[in-house]
């Protein structure tokens, strides 16, 4: 027996199917365009790829984040960006979704609330003072936005840092 045999799961529990039906739609293999917004306006683009699926005995959705892709680290032998992975479970106690994400390049453990605002899922937590929002929206099959945005003055404005358009490969 293998970790992944134990931590992989075919589909959700009855139980988590509805809480977590948003990220649900998820589930599978995505390509990223990732663009990051640096605070002096410049931009980056990338390549990147995302991987969904149900775990820990279904009550569970995680994915593995990957930017630059394996296919663009492959062609041109850079590999300083970042390898992450997010745990997502609903919590009966504040009828919302716990999230976590880890980045382990850059030392990162950011914790997330996650309620449906609408059509979008919004996560929602603060690091080093500054209020953060990651945002899934325009879901379809094959395809979805995301999109990070700070605020450094509890919430009155808010600058754009990230954003990704994914599709099925």
Same mark, same amino acid.
């Given at each position: 027996?293998?970790?992944?045999?134990?931590?992989?799961?075919?589909?959700?529990?009855?139980?988590?199917?509805?809480?977590?039906?948003?990220?649900?739609?998820?589930?599978?293999?995505?390509?990223?365009?990732?663009?990051?917004?640096?605070?002096?306006?410049?931009?980056?683009?990338?390549?990147?790829?995302?991987?969904?699926?149900?775990?820990?005995? $279904?009550?569970?959705?995680?994915?593995?984040?990957?930017?630059?892709?394996?296919?663009?680290?492959?062609?041109?032998?850079?590999?300083?960006?970042?390898?992450?992975?997010?745990?997502?479970?609903?919590?009966?106690?504040?009828?919302?979704?716990?999230?976590?994400?880890?980045?382990?390049?850059?030392?990162?453990?950011?914790?997330?609330?996650?309620?449906?605002?609408?059509?979008?899922?919004?996560?929602?937590?603060?690091?080093?003072?500054?209020?953060?929002?990651?945002?899934?929206?325009?879901?379809?099959?094959?395809?979805?936005?995301?999109?990070?945005?700070?605020?450094?003055?509890? $919430?009155?404005?808010?600058?754009?840092?990230?954003?990704?358009?994914?599709?099925?490969?």
């Amino acid at each position: 027996m293998s970790l992944a045999d134990v931590l992989l799961s075919a589909g959700p529990r009855s139980e988590a199917a509805v809480e977590l039906a948003f990220f649900g739609r998820l589930v599978g293999s995505w390509d990223v365009a990732v663009t990051n917004h640096h605070p002096d306006g410049a931009g980056e683009e990338l390549l990147g790829e995302w991987h969904f699926g149900w775990v820990l005995d $279904g009550r569970a959705i995680q994915d593995v984040w990957l930017a630059p892709s394996r296919a663009e680290r492959a062609r041109t032998g850079d590999d300083s960006g970042e390898w992450g992975a997010t745990l997502r479970f609903y919590d009966p106690r504040i009828k919302a979704i716990r999230s976590t994400w880890i980045g382990p390049a850059r030392g990162w453990v950011l914790p997330f609330i996650a309620r449906q605002q609408g059509e979008e899922m919004v996560l929602e937590g603060t690091f080093d003072g500054v209020l953060t929002r990651w945002i899934f929206s325009d879901v379809k099959p094959g395809s979805f936005h995301w999109r990070a945005v700070e605020s450094s003055d509890d $919430g009155r404005t808010w600058r754009l840092r990230q954003q990704m358009v994914a599709s099925r490969p």
